[in-house]
């Protein structure tokens, strides 16, 4: 596995800052062992900028669904320190919105608004 950490690393934060398009993450993840420990760790700031991008419409609801859904449960991701359920909580929201509420512009904000500090 320490062979593939770098690149699985590397695929990993390019996953939660959300760097790339869609489909090259997809491709870089099949990459990624199912058992690799956290490597990368996801931040309010990530979600945040993930966030006004969709408000400011960079991307679509569909991206930030897709995006959130290649988080949500995936190994080799943690959470920030001291927000781990409320990071749990909002990708679980975003990549489900028809269990939870579908991403609108005041959802944003919202959840924008609760990761500041």
């Given at each position: 596995m320490t062979s593939t950490l770098p690149s699985a690393t590397s695929?990993?934060?390019?996953l939660v800052s959300f760097d790339r398009p869609l489909a090259e993450l997809q491709e870089a993840l099949k990459d990624v062992p199912v058992d690799i420990p956290d490597v990368v760790v996801l931040t309010r700031r990530e979600v945040q900028d993930v966030l006004q991008r969709f408000i400011g419409g960079e991307l679509d609801v569909q991206a930030v669904e897709e995006w959130a859904?290649?988080?949500?449960?995936?190994?080799?991701?943690?959470?920030?320190?001291?927000?781990?359920?409320?990071?749990?909580?909002?990708?679980?929201?975003?990549?489900?919105?028809?269990?939870?509420?579908?991403?609108?512009?005041?959802?944003?904000?919202?959840?924008?608004?609760?990761?500041?500090?």
């Open positions: 695929a990993l934060k390019a859904n290649l988080i949500e449960g995936r190994n080799g991701i943690g959470f920030e320190v001291g927000w781990e359920g409320e990071l749990s909580e909002a990708i679980h929201t975003l990549a489900n919105p028809y269990l939870t509420s579908q991403l609108n512009i005041d959802l944003a904000r919202e959840l924008i608004r609760e990761f500041r500090e």
